[in-house]
């Protein structure tokens, strides 16, 4: 049985005992996008989480990753469809309790508030490197200091934050490409080899990568596009939602795809053998196909895309945040401080809670958590599809929202696929994230379910009530 949705009250006073309780509408499709484009950010992960697959998949990186694009745009469907149809800043979790229930919603926004805190301190982290050619620093340091960097930036307003990362996003671009022009221009293998599985193995001998092994790495290749979901979270932050949504996760899915895809089969083709290939050295390789000018160059432009990244993700999370309070997940005292918004229209409690726990995260070992992350990922995916196969029932099915083709063939196979994909991953990882999304069931079973009358209340802003549909590409 699902919830109804309750809309949200109109915004209170801006008082001194009061702040609104309403995020303002200030950026369009061309902004959400570079906002959206920036969480992806293409360059960051191309050379901070890419290089991970490298050392695992060598030859078959290219082809997880096409593979996991192909998914993500079934997923797509289902964001573009839920995210008209409930544009809330709670994103998914608004989403999935609307369709498919509270409990279902809840253990989907503790999955996205896993992936949230662990995702900006892990690519954060990376900075330090890519400063190398000019300073030499402390990884930790270094991350924390983006962070913090990045928390600040998340207090401006929206629309000045549209611009500042649409600058960085060019220059990341521009990595990518100037990457890909080199890759393919010191080709040393055939395309063919995009297709073969092979690996360089801890004792210089060839490998063969599995079919296991590339379902196993699904889970990594689908969070590498992950960051097309932040369109949905900045939904109540959108003109016309209701349109615009839709046109933002697709418009991002496409390009982020093709500014990682590109550039990683470039990679493929132009290391100089198996062994280099799955070091995932990337700008060891740039330098090597230029000079140590080019690849400098590049380096900077990848440490201003994980700046760039951290201050989207710091926007996006903080949002989450904020919906969470404004929909009563927490005790009172809580819910009025992370709902609270300061002079430029943000969340400013909310944007230091997400914000300043990921600078002290940049100290701790993380290694292990990219697959906790990728698992929570796949799981959160899982839930939004199945919300999705619920969208079209009772007075849902007459809503104005855009709808996905082949509905419910598209989330119904989507289902299937990360159901196995889960089976794939390590034990490990499952048993973390199987343990915290535990002990959040405990929270709603103890707290939540017996206040369902004054607690989880997930609402969407009055003002997103519109009775004009959306582009609808095919009838449902």
């Known amino acids: 049985m699902t919830d109804t949705l309750r809309l949200a009250a109109p915004p209170l006073p801006d008082t001194a005992g009061s702040s609104p309780?309403?995020?303002?509408?200030?950026?369009?499709?061309?902004?959400?996008?570079?906002?959206?484009?920036?969480?992806?950010?293409?360059?960051?992960?191309?050379?901070?989480?890419?290089?991970?697959?490298?050392?695992?998949?060598?030859?078959?990186t290219a082809l997880t990753i096409a593979i996991g694009s192909?998914?993500?745009?079934?997923?797509?469907?289902c964001y573009s469809e839920l995210g008209t149809l409930v544009p809330s800043a709670g994103g998914e979790y608004a989403m999935v309790s609307t369709l498919a229930g509270r409990l279902a919603g809840w253990l989907v926004f503790v999955l996205s508030l896993l992936v949230v805190m662990i995702v900006p301190p892990v690519i954060a982290l990376g900075t330090a490197d890519y400063l190398a050619p000019l300073v030499h620093l402390d990884p930790a340091m270094t991350g924390a200091g983006v962070m913090l960097l990045a928390t600040l930036a998340g207090l401006l307003d929206l629309r000045a934050n549209a611009w500042i990362t649409g600058i960085f996003l060019v220059l990341e671009v521009i990595a990518a490409a100037v990457v890909a022009v080199l890759g393919f221009a010191?080709?040393?293998?055939?395309?063919?080899?995009?297709?073969?599985?092979?690996?360089?193995?801890?004792d210089g001998h060839t490998d063969t990568v599995t079919a296991m092994m590339v379902v196993s790495g699904l889970a990594i290749a689908l969070f590498i596009t992950q960051g097309f979901s932040t369109a949905v979270y900045l939904s109540e932050e959108l003109e016309n939602?209701?349109?615009?949504?839709?046109?933002?996760?697709?418009?991002?899915?496409a390009i982020s795809t093709v500014i990682i895809l590109v550039p990683v089969a470039a990679i493929?083709?132009?290391?100089?053998?198996?062994?280099?290939?799955?070091?995932?050295?990337?700008?060891?390789?740039?330098?090597?196909?230029?000079?140590?000018?080019?690849?400098?160059?590049?380096?900077?432009?990848?440490?201003?895309?994980?700046?760039?990244?951290?201050?989207?993700?710091?926007?996006?999370?903080?949002r989450v945040l904020f919906a969470s309070a404004r929909d009563k997940a927490w005790p009172e005292p809580v819910n009025r401080l992370f709902a609270k918004l300061g002079r430029f229209g943000s969340p400013w409690v909310s944007t230091l809670a997400v914000g300043v726990p990921g600078a002290i995260l940049c100290f701790v070992n993380l290694d292990t958590l990219y697959?906790?992350?990728g698992v929570s990922v796949t799981g959160m995916y899982l839930l939004v599809a199945v919300a999705a196969l619920l969208s079209r029932r009772g007075r849902h099915r007459h809503s104005a929202a855009w709808r996905m083709p082949l509905w419910p063939a598209v989330p119904a196979l989507l289902i299937v696929v990360?159901?196995?994909?889960l089976t794939q991953q390590e034990t490990s990882y499952l048993a973390w994230t199987g343990g915290i999304t535990a002990v959040a069931t405990l929270y709603w079973a103890l707290y939540l379910r017996p206040r369902r009358a004054t607690r989880w209340l997930v609402s969407i802003p009055d003002d997103a009530r519109d009775d004009t549909p959306g582009p609808q590409p095919h009838s449902a």
């Open 241 to 253: 939602p209701r349109r615009n949504v839709a046109r933002t996760v697709l418009a991002t899915l």
């Open 70 to 77: 192909l998914l993500c745009v079934a997923v797509a469907f």
């Open 186 to 202: 010191h080709g040393h293998r055939g395309p063919g080899s995009l297709l073969s599985m092979e690996v360089a193995g801890a």
């Open 418 to 421: 990360l159901g196995y994909v």
């Open 371 to 373: 697959g906790v992350t």
């Open 268 to 318: 493929t083709l132009g290391a100089s053998d198996l062994s280099e290939l799955t070091g995932g050295d990337i700008s060891a390789m740039v330098t090597a196909w230029s000079d140590s000018a080019v690849g400098t160059f590049v380096s900077l432009c990848v440490a201003l895309a994980i700046i760039n990244a951290g201050i989207v993700m710091v926007i996006q999370n903080s």
């Open 21 to 60: 309780r309403t995020l303002k509408r200030s950026i369009g499709v061309v902004g959400g996008t570079l906002l959206t484009l920036s969480c992806v950010t293409p360059a960051s992960t191309l050379f901070v989480v890419v290089p991970d697959l490298l050392g695992s998949l060598g030859t078959a």
